[in-house]
């Protein structure tokens, strides 16, 4: 069999992740290894088989896998066709390593809403600029992923907090340009930053991401009927570049912002 090799890898700007790696294996089995940060890995096409502790375990297209850091595991195409695989290395910001033994009990989560919100992440961290979203998306992830090695996963309560939301909104509507961080959100309101997404999310229905960009687009909206082509708008705004500008502004307003502003 042919070996094939298309691999991506990057490291984003969002706190705890230390690296993304997407890769299209064919006849290649990885040794058996080690990493110094957590393996959390799901697989679009074909599967993997690897060992981890001296046992089996497989990664099927409705599976996330979390290989914990320090343990030894390899890895191999379980299908003719090899695997397609996406990977967020996580260091211990994330997830502690006093979870490492229950990782090594269960490393392989059958959870469709986890499966989901993995593959929103990476979506997220594939784009330059939505770093809040992904934040915000590897939040929720996390705590997903804590509740499964603690036992306990069940769907958390709502989270009422009105005056938390509120100090949010506000910080946001002070940062539109220049945005901020989930983890500097948490910091300044001293509040945990999952509780910070859902609060937010409770109250004004809407994350605070999307929040945050809605407040962009409007602003970009102004800009482009003053005038200003997109190039310039997008960094006024406090988007990333023209192109995440037009992602965002189209999303929302159902058409490009040089469209938007040829309509005057």
């Known amino acids: 069999m042919a070996v094939r090799q298309e691999v991506t890898a990057w490291r984003p700007r969002v706190p705890g992740v230390t ?25 679009d096409d074909g599967a993997v088989r690897y060992d981890l502790e001296r046992h089996e375990h497989g990664t099927p297209h409705d599976t996330v896998s979390l290989l914990p850091p320090h343990v030894p595991h390899n890895g191999s195409p379980a299908t003719p066709d090899g695997f397609r ?15 490492i033994g229950a990782a090594v009990d269960g490393p392989d989560l059958r959870d469709p809403v986890l ?11 594939a784009r330059p600029g939505d770093e809040l979203e992904a934040e915000s998306r590897l939040t929720l992830v996390g705590e997903r992923l804590r509740d499964h090695l603690r036992h306990r996963v069940t769907a958390p309560p709502p989270h009422r907090d009105p005056v938390l939301a509120r100090e949010l909104r506000e910080l946001l509507d002070a940062r539109v340009v220049e945005g901020v961080s989930l983890e500097e959100a948490a910091r300044l309101l001293l509040a945990h930053p999952a509780h910070l997404v859902r609060a937010f999310s409770g109250a004004y229905g809407i994350a605070p991401h999307q929040y945050l960009t809605s407040r962009r687009v409007g602003r970009a909206r102004r800009l482009l009927l003053d005038g200003l082509p997109p190039g310039e708008v997008a960094p006024v705004a406090g988007f990333y570049d023209q192109a995440h500008l037009t992602r965002h502004f189209k999303k929302l307003v159902g058409i490009t912002p040089g469209r938007y502003r040829g309509a005057r």
């Not at 690296?19 to 697989?43: Q, R, S």
């Not at 695989?85 to 979870?99: A, W």
Request: aromatic letters at 12%; zero cysteines.
């Open 85 to 99: 695989k996406r990977v967020v290395y996580l260091d211990s910001s994330r997830l502690g390593e006093e979870l």
């Open 115 to 125: 499966r989901r919100r993995v593959g929103q992440l990476h979506s997220a961290l």
């Open 19 to 43: 690296e993304v790696f997407h890769a299209h294996f064919t006849g290649y089995a990885y040794p058996m290894h080690v990493h110094d940060a957590w393996t959390l890995l799901i697989v």
